[in-house]
């Protein structure tokens, strides 16, 4: 096999290799689980609630030990959160939510869905940035919010 061809497999190899992380994939397969996306939101918001309570118990020690599980249980926390967001964008905002013009039939049902999808983004943000298992709750709230726009009687998909 010749350089240049060597080359153009690899790349197209790597091009249709899966991403390694995605919330869904964003070609029409038509391959949904809401079911398994909003519980798995619930699944994140109880990992960064564990976290925070990590995160308290650990405060104020000061051997190097307890200061490495507090930085892997900042950095859990932070994975959880942005992988809320990511959810929210890519698969809900981006694959679910369809455009309703305004003044037309359904507008404000579609701006009402829109802000529940938003206010789980802003509320993973503030968990984030926080460690008051209040803004757990808040996020729990809007999580409970956006799943009642879906079906969430878990489906297996093929």
């Known amino acids: 096999m010749t350089r240049p061809t060597k080359a153009l497999l690899t790349i197209l190899l790597l091009a249709l290799a899966p991403a390694a992380v995605s919330a869904h994939c ?6 949904y689980d809401d079911a398994a996306r909003i519980a798995r939101l619930h699944e994140d918001a109880a990992t960064i609630e564990k976290a925070m309570s990590k995160m308290a118990e650990l405060a104020g020690r000061s051997d190097v030990q307890s200061a490495n599980q507090f930085a892997r249980w900042v950095a859990t926390k932070e994975q959880h959160a942005a992988h809320i967001i990511t959810t929210v964008s890519e698969y809900f905002l981006a694959q679910k939510v369809k455009p309703v013009a305004a003044g037309a039939d359904g507008h404000d049902a579609y701006l009402s869905r829109l802000a ?4 789980v983004m802003v509320a993973a943000m503030k968990a984030k940035q926080n460690t008051d298992p209040e803004f757990v709750k808040v ?7 956006l799943g009642a726009h879906y079906d969430t009687a878990h489906k ?3």
């Open 26 to 31: 964003q070609v029409p397969c038509g391959i």
């Open 116 to 119: 529940d999808h938003h206010r």
């Open 139 to 145: 996020l729990r709230e809007a999580i409970d919010a």
């Open 156 to 158: 297996h998909v093929h």
